[in-house]
T-cell receptor, first 114, second 109 residues
Framework: NAGVTQTPKFQVLKTGQSMTLQCAQDMNHNSMYWYRQDPGMGLRLIYYSASEGTTDKGEVPNGYNVSRLNKREFSLRLESAAPSQTSVYFC?????????????FGPGTRLTVL | ELKVEQNPLFLSMQEGKNYTIYCNYSTTSDRLYWYRQDPGKSLESLFVLLSNGAVKQEGRLMASLDTKARLSTLHITAAVHDLSATYFCAVGDNDKIIFGKGTRLHILP
């Protein structure tokens, strides 16, 4: 099992460009999450999907959109990138509250917006 | 709104010493997590604590939970250089978990 995979690993964008970060999990988990990590800020939740067909905003959703494409895949889109979105983005998944929602993380995408 | 505070945020310690990282949270929760992150890497789950008085140990790390005080501790015994990393606590909030800012631990040989 690959666990949680993310593409790309690195990306440089210019202000105003758009891009989509891809995330997939092969653990048959119900819930998926997108976080951003900035120095000294810990991880902040952008959006999450508690189950296929649902998405909800987290702490810092502005400037982002998400799509839960199917049970395996959850993508994060930046429509018009800004320098403030320079960050490391992590995708995570968890089975359900029955398994205490322990989250498993992907390797991350390092995004720089110039 | 659930808030999670860790302290200290930075810790430099000598090998062989003991130390404790503290995690306080602001509202009732039924689960607490500890994660480890090495520089440039992803997060690795260490412990899941589910009930008051829960204690879990793995090697030189021991985590405990006091739900009445809304406090968890991560205790390091006889630290070794390999434990240098950033440690995050996170607290369950319905379908989500809320992370603390992390404790960057540097263990000097």
């Amino acid at each position: 099992n690959a666990g949680v995979t993310q593409t790309p690993k690195f990306q440089v964008l210019k202000t105003g460009q758009s891009m989509t970060l891809q995330c997939a999990q092969d653990m048959n988990h119900n819930s998926m999450y997108w976080y951003r990590q900035d120095p000294g800020m810990g991880l902040r939740l952008i959006y999450y999907s508690a189950s296929e067909g649902t998405t909800d905003k987290g702490e810092v959703p502005n400037g982002y959109n998400v799509s839960r494409l199917n049970k395996r895949e959850f993508s994060l889109r930046l429509e018009s990138a800004a320098p403030s979105q320079t960050s490391v983005y992590f995708c995570a998944s968890s089975a359900s509250l029955l398994t205490y929602n322990e989250q498993f993380f992907g390797p991350g995408t390092r995004l720089t917006v110039l | 709104e659930l808030k999670v505070e860790q302290n200290p945020l930075f810790l430099s310690m000598q090998e062989g010493k003991n130390y404790t990282i503290y995690c306080n949270y602001s509202t009732t929760s039924d689960r607490l997590y500890w994660y480890r992150q090495d520089p440039g890497k992803s997060l690795e789950s260490l412990f899941v604590l589910l009930s008051n008085g829960a204690v879990k140990q793995e090697g030189r790390l021991m985590a405990s939970l006091d739900t009445k005080a809304r406090l968890s501790t991560l205790h390091i015994t006889a630290a070794v250089h390999d434990l240098s990393a950033t440690y995050f606590c996170a607290v369950g909030d319905n379908d989500k978990i809320i992370f603390g800012k992390g404790t960057r631990l540097h263990i000097l040989p």
